[in-house]
Structures are given as C-alpha cells and as structure tokens.
C-alpha cells in the first residue's frame, strides 16, 4: 500500500462558511455545515463551486467524502425561493459564463467531473436537489433507518432541476424513476439500494468505517489507477459500447507499462499469485503486500 503523500497546503481549503474540510492521507473529508437545514442556496452551491474549482487542481487529493454536520439533514434540498422569486436565479447567471445549464446544474455536473473519486456518507434526509447532488457523485453509502432520498418537485407543480431526471434515470432505469419522480415519496435506505439508488445500506454504527475504510484503500492505490477506472466507468455510462472499450484500452494502457504495475504484479507473483494456494485468497494476498 501507498503510505508516503504530498501535503495539499491547508490554506486552499479554509475560510469556508458552510464547510469543513480535513485532508488526510489523500482524503478530503468534506463536511456540510450550513444551518439551519444545509438548504442548497446561492451562498452554498458558490462554496460548493470554489471547493470543486480548487481540489479538481489538487493532485494530493484521490478521495473526496461528503457528509453532514446536521445529524437529521444531508442536504434538505434546493432553496425553494428559486421559484418565489426568480431574481435569485437570474443575478446568479448574470454574472457568469452564458450556460445552457441552471446553477445546480452546473454545480453537480462539476462534482460529477471531478478527477477524484467522490462518495458520500448519509444519515439523513435528502429531497430534491440534496439528493441530486449526492447523485452527481460516484458512490452513496447510507445509514439503515436514519436515510430518506425523494425528489418531490411534482408537488410544487415542476420537476427535479438539478439533473435528477437525468441522473436518477441512469443509476435506476426509466421506470424507476418515473415512480420516485411521480410518485414523489421518501426512500428508505434499504429500498434505495435495492432500487440502485445508493451502493449500500448500512447500520448506522458501521457506517463511519466502512466509508473511511474504502476511501483510505482507494486513496493508496497508484497514483491515476482511481482515475483511470473511474473516466472508464463513465465511457460505459455515456458512449456507444465500441466507444468505451476505446476508452478503457486507452486508460489501461497508459498504466500497463507503468513503473508501479510492474513492481505490484512482480511481487505479487513472488508471494505466490498464480499458484493455486496464492489464487485461493488473491485479494489477502495483495493486501500484506
């Protein structure tokens, strides 16, 4: 495993109003402090906008995790004064780059692009757009009996906005989306990873380590096989299929040859890979190495 990493410079990462941000290791955990119920407002989605525009630069940084100081609210969902009053929206994108894409939009389509890996950790409710943008991330992990994830624009006579058609239609399929955007009702944590929604429900006390455990093991992984795999992933989510193979043959190839590859393959060999006693536990294998 990787143990030695350059230090990101702590000043990149502070005076944030609505965040907390810890580096460790390669992980930037990211905690969501923004009261009283971590509404996505301007003020947030512009912290949010900083934070992505800085680590997207920081190479020192393999895994984000998003969670939530507010042990009731993930993100409670958008500010509902976009549609009382209008204005709002409209100074927001007066001042920026013409864009086909509304401010959250835009905010999640940034995370989902990030280079690092991103994750969340929930324990708590997440509408509308708090769960569109914990979609725009690459993995959800959920505590059982504290989680709740819907998308009830319907109800205010619209529908999702910050890419939860898009993004939920692609993690479920049609039909399931339709349902939760229709039906407009809470999700549990259980039946959310049962739909695809999220990766895993968990109990709420192994929650904390199971997310810390993957980020520190994908963290320490050589340095671009995390983002390789996850530019590979997305091709097969948005290309043609002889697009992405183009695209996962190219990432690979670019690590085949690499310094790290050679030495990891040749000392697993050493300690017995492709021997029936080694291939029996491989992973174990890897793991003392």
């Known amino acids: 495993m990787l143990t030695n990493f350059p230090v990101s410079p702590a000043s990149s990462y502070q005076d944030y109003q609505a ?13 969501i402090a923004h009261p009283p119920l971590n509404v996505l407002d301007i003020p947030f989605i512009l912290e949010l906008m900083r934070f992505t525009a800085t680590v997207r630069a920081d190479e020192q940084v393999r895994v984000i995790v998003l969670e939530s100081a507010d042990p009731e609210f993930f993100i409670a969902h958008g500010d509902m004064h976009f549609i009382t009053n209008p204005a ?24 989902r692009t990030l280079p690092q890996v991103t994750m969340a950790k929930i ?35 619209i529908i999702p906005g910050g890419g939860g058609t898009q993004y939920l239609t692609r993690l479920i399929g049609a039909p399931r ?32 380590e199971f997310v810390a455990a993957l980020a520190r093991r ?62 029996r536990d491989l992973e174990g294998l890897f793991n003392t190495m």
């Open 19 to 31: 965040l907390r941000i810890v580096l460790d290791q390669g992980v930037a955990t990211v905690t």
């Open 123 to 157: 324990a708590g409710l997440a509408r509308g757009g708090g769960n569109e943008l914990l979609m725009a991330l690459d993995m959800r992990f959920a505590a059982i009996r504290r989680t709740g994830l819907a998308q009830p624009e319907v109800l205010m006579g």
């Open 218 to 279: 994908i963290a320490a992984l050589p340095v671009g096989v995390a983002a390789a795999a996850k530019a590979a992933v997305q091709a097969a989510a948005l290309t043609p299929l002889q697009q992405g193979l183009a695209t996962e043959n190219t990432l690979m190839g670019g690590l085949f040859q690499s310094p790290a590859a050679f030495e990891r393959t040749s000392r697993a060999l050493a300690a017995g890979a492709q021997t029936r006693a080694g291939e």
């Open 88 to 111: 709002l929206i409209a100074g927001f994108t007066a001042v920026g780059t013409p864009s086909p894409l509304n401010p959250m939009q835009e905010l999640h389509e940034q995370l």
């Open 177 to 208: 989306a339709l349902e939760a955007i229709l039906g407009a009702t809470l999700f549990d944590a259980e039946l959310a990873e049962r739909y695809g929604w999220i990766n895993r429900a968990l109990p709420a006390e192994e929650l904390d």
